[in-house]
């Protein structure tokens, strides 16, 4: 019985295939110069990251030799990512990326980047830093100086200022906070409440 032959449509189809793969394995193996065998997931999203997160990350790798080669954190970076993104690279993803990339490729956030590569920040560990966490040290002291004043500036006000368990700040947790009331809108409508939090200076309005 003969077997009829594929289609010329299926058939340059399949070799299209073929040669996409054979050129992006190409390009991940010679990237920089370098030789490696670059995980390929086929989902072009993921592979966009980590190629990101490669490239950000290689000008910091060419200064001394790793343990681990970039290429492996890069690809365990993308792959808890994508864990905690539930599997999906959803807008999740790729806004929690864009904030993961961002603070890398900042000039001044060198000492991010190396804790990155010496695995003194993990991958998982690395994916769920929080803002705060992944500034560089520069903006750190910045954010930290504006909240001692914040702290000071509220402790000023305290006279004129209730304490009261009520509130409870939405930063620390704690119930250590001060309030006030003023109208900011017209008179037949509701005061506005300012409330202060004395531990972390946190402060917020309802």
Not at 159 to 188: I, N, P, V, W, Y
Request: charged share 35%; proline share 4%; with cysteine.
């Amino acid at each position: 019985m003969d077997v009829p032959a594929p289609s010329s449509q299926t058939s340059n189809k399949r070799k299209r295939e073929t040669a996409n793969q054979q050129e992006n394995n190409s390009q991940e193996k010679q990237r920089d110069g370098k030789a490696f065998q670059f995980h390929i997931t086929g989902v072009p999203m993921r592979d966009k990251v980590r190629t990101l997160f490669y490239q950000v990350l290689t000008t910091e790798d060419r200064k001394q030799e790793r343990q681990i080669p970039t290429h492996v954190t890069v690809e365990e970076i993308e792959e808890q990512l994508f864990v905690q993104c539930d599997k999906e690279t959803s807008k999740e993803y790729q806004e929690r990326f864009r904030s993961l990339y961002r603070n890398l490729k900042d000039t001044k956030n060198a000492s991010l980047r190396e804790a990155v590569l010496s695995r003194t920040i993990l991958p998982k560990d690395f994916v769920v830093m929080t803002p705060h966490e992944l500034a560089n040290p520069e903006l750190k002291k910045e954010r930290e100086q504006l909240r001692k004043e914040s702290i000071r500036e509220s402790k000023k006000s305290v006279d004129t200022q209730t304490f009261s368990e009520e509130f409870q700040c939405r930063k620390c947790g704690l119930r250590k906070c001060s309030f006030f009331q003023m109208q900011t809108r017209s008179a037949d409508e509701p005061m506005t409440t300012f409330v202060t939090c004395h531990h972390c200076g946190n402060r917020w309005k309802q």
